[in-house]
């Protein structure tokens, strides 16, 4: 059996569907994925950040082979010396026009 499981979904356009007739033989799939990060710090001025692009393929005897790409990256720094921020987002797309994205902001107040 072959499961294909995403983690991030927020928007998403296109679409994916699965199915068929189930069968006694044995069907194979093979999966791998390959990947590069970049992060850093910067302690003066409080900021930190990275940077993620990762290719990924699964092909199988049952369905049409699926390859992704996948963006993904954050940016932390604390404004006014005291104000955490935070921005984080997200994108994917595979062969088939299948689109996820993502975007988060965040922030605390200290008092």
């Given amino acids: ?3 294909l499981n995403s983690s991030w979904l927020s928007s998403s356009r296109g679409s994916f569907s699965s199915g068929g007739i189930e ?7 093979v999966r791998g994925s390959a990947g590069v990060s970049i992060a850093g710090y910067v302690e003066r001025s409080a900021v930190d950040y990275g940077f993620r692009y990762e290719f990924a393929g699964i092909n199988s005897t049952n369905f049409a082979d699926i390859w992704t790409h996948a963006w993904s990256g954050y940016l932390n720094l604390t404004a ?3 104000l955490p921020l935070g921005l984080e ?4 797309v595979d062969n088939n026009s299948y689109e996820t994205w ?3 902001v965040s922030g605390s107040a200290r008092w």
């Avoid at 069968?23 to 799939?29: A, D, E, F, G, P």
């Avoid at 987002?89 to 994917?92: M, R, V």
Wanted: hydrophobic residues 20%.
């Fill in 1 to 3: 059996m072959c499961t």
């Fill in 23 to 29: 069968t006694r033989k044995r069907r194979s799939c």
């Fill in 80 to 82: 006014f010396g005291t």
């Fill in 89 to 92: 987002a997200s994108y994917s």
């Fill in 102 to 104: 993502y975007l988060g």
